[in-house]
């Protein structure tokens, strides 16, 4: 039996390339920090698509999901959305950290720690 592909659904490249085209300030500053393997050597992937969800980073040799929220993720419907997504994905084996917009301008490095504590050799 074949195994159902779970990642880089052909039906939403269009709309990932969208995304990558026109991505939020946040966004674009830590996919600064991120591209070309430069946190401990980590290959980050950015909007990713996973099962019919696409994710802000992903980092495959760590199954690590990083996801943004900005203004958009503040209200309580957007918040449950969030809630479902994160619990599939996890259910998935997938971990996600998640981090608001204004974080990762203001505490940069922390946010890059936190990254990096949740590198599997770092997963308590």
């Known amino acids: 039996m074949r195994k ?8 939403l490249r269009a709309f990932r390339r969208e ?3 026109n991505a939020t300030p946040a966004e674009a500053f830590l996919w ?3 591209q070309r393997s430069q946190l401990e050597g980590r290959k980050f992937r950015r909007q990713h698509s996973i099962h019919n ?5 992903y980092c495959a040799s760590e199954g690590l999901i990083v996801e943004l929220d900005g203004q958009v993720h503040m ?3 957007a918040e449950e959305y969030d809630r479902k997504r994160e619990a599939v994905l996890e259910g998935m084996g997938f971990v996600v950290v998640r ?3 204004k974080m990762v301008f203001d505490f940069l490095p922390s946010v890059l720690k936190d ?3 949740h590198f599997k050799e770092n997963r308590k």
């Not at 159902?4 to 039906?11: F, S, T, V, Y």
């Not at 969800?53 to 980073?57: G, L, P, S």
Request: glycine share 0%; charged share 45%; no cysteine.
């Open 4 to 11: 159902k592909k779970i990642h880089d659904k052909p039906e």
């Open 19 to 21: 995304l990558r085209n």
């Open 32 to 34: 600064k920090h991120l």
């Open 53 to 57: 969800y696409i994710v802000d980073f």
């Open 75 to 77: 209200d309580a419907a």
């Open 99 to 101: 981090f608001e917009n």
């Open 115 to 117: 990254i990096r504590d």
